[in-house]
């Protein structure tokens, strides 16, 4: 598996910075200097280590017409790598470990990217996956199970995004816990106003067998979501280094589900149905101008009302992360055209 992160600040004031209508000399001009200190001009290199979970439980239609719930978790969850900041550039780079479990939920092979971008009012964050060959149970909702010589095996492509907007931009830092960049020196909070969408694609993998893809019928299945969200953010800080804290927002959403089948008897069924979206964040660590220590759990989750039941995709990580940060100038004119001196 491969992991990659990338965060985004401003571009100093250079020709690029002018080419590209993006500035750095004033992005944090109205922190309080009490509550927020930014580090993001200094090198910051991190060790890392992740624990991702991601559950999706989707509906498809057999070959008698009947509706069943196909329930996976793709692994391998556990990655370590490291991490650079400064200034606009952030790098995040994992492998993942040999854990796990081997069996049912076992994936044959995935890529996770995921790009954030800060600046002192928005929190944007995107991510795509693509899983390839995971185990999927099948949980009849009406009707008789299906009796498959084996567990089917799913390709996933997901694509995710959420924006986040804080209310009180002078005293609290929604980067300082996100991205360690920043330093909340002091208690603060806000409340917090955002969007959410995803989409998401799902198909039969080539190593399932014919006679089980006709019973299961699902050739290829399609959901896009869009949705507003809100919610509240606060961090505690004491003795100034010490801190802790979360953020928690939930809305409404609409759903478009395509499921398209195998049998030429069926016709692909189109759906608009309403869900509950929920995007939540935990974090406490250590902080100060040299070093810091933080654990961030994050979780973004959709449960779609579909009658009597329910299709719900969930998805997150457990991070560690130390870093150390270094008050470094490179004397380099192309550096310092990208930003990055």
Do not use: C
């Not at 001009?41 to 070959?63: H, P, Q, V």
Request: charged content about 15%; hydrophobic content about 35%; glycine content about 8%.
């Amino acid at each position: 598996m491969i992991t990659s992160t990338l965060y985004g600040q401003y571009l100093k004031d250079t020709q690029i910075g002018e080419a590209m209508g993006i500035y750095d000399h004033d992005k944090w001009d109205g922190y309080d200097s009490l509550y927020v200190m930014d580090y993001s001009e200094e090198w910051t290199l991190r060790a890392i280590s992740t624990y991702k979970n991601n559950r999706f439980g989707i509906i498809s239609k057999d070959i008698e017409g009947d509706l069943h719930r196909l329930v996976f978790s793709p692994v391998a969850p556990y990655s370590i790598g490291v991490g650079l900041n400064h200034n606009w550039l952030g790098v995040n780079l994992s492998l993942t470990m040999p854990l796990g479990p081997q069996e049912k939920n076992e994936t044959f092979s995935q890529i996770d990217l995921i790009g954030r971008y800060y600046t002192k009012a928005i929190g944007f964050e995107g991510r795509a996956q693509y899983f390839q060959g995971h185990y999927a149970d099948v949980r009849p909702i009406q009707g008789a199970p299906i009796n498959l010589d084996n567990a089917p095996k799913l390709n996933t492509m997901l694509v995710s995004v959420n924006a986040t907007y804080v209310f009180n931009q002078k005293t609290y830092s929604y980067m300082a816990n996100s991205a360690q960049t920043q330093w909340q020196k002091k208690s603060a909070g806000s409340w917090l106003l955002g969007g959410f969408s995803t989409f998401q694609h799902y198909w039969n993998h080539k190593d399932n067998t014919l006679l089980d893809k006709r019973k299961l019928n699902l050739d290829q299945s399609q959901y896009f979501t869009l949705g507003l969200t809100g919610g509240y953010g606060y961090t505690w800080v004491y003795k100034s280094h010490w801190f802790a804290g979360f953020s928690a927002m939930a809305g409404v959403g609409g759903n478009y589900i395509n499921l398209q089948t195998l049998a030429k008897n069926q016709n692909d069924e189109v759906m608009y149905k309403p869900s509950i979206m929920t995007v939540s964040r935990l974090f406490v660590g250590y902080n100060n101008a040299d070093f810091f220590v933080v654990i961030n759990a994050t979780t973004e989750a959709n449960y779609i009302f579909i009658n009597s039941y329910s299709s719900n995709m969930i998805q997150g990580y457990v991070r560690l992360s130390v870093g150390k940060r270094f008050a470094w100038k490179a004397k380099n004119k192309v550096l310092h055209e990208i930003g990055l001196d």
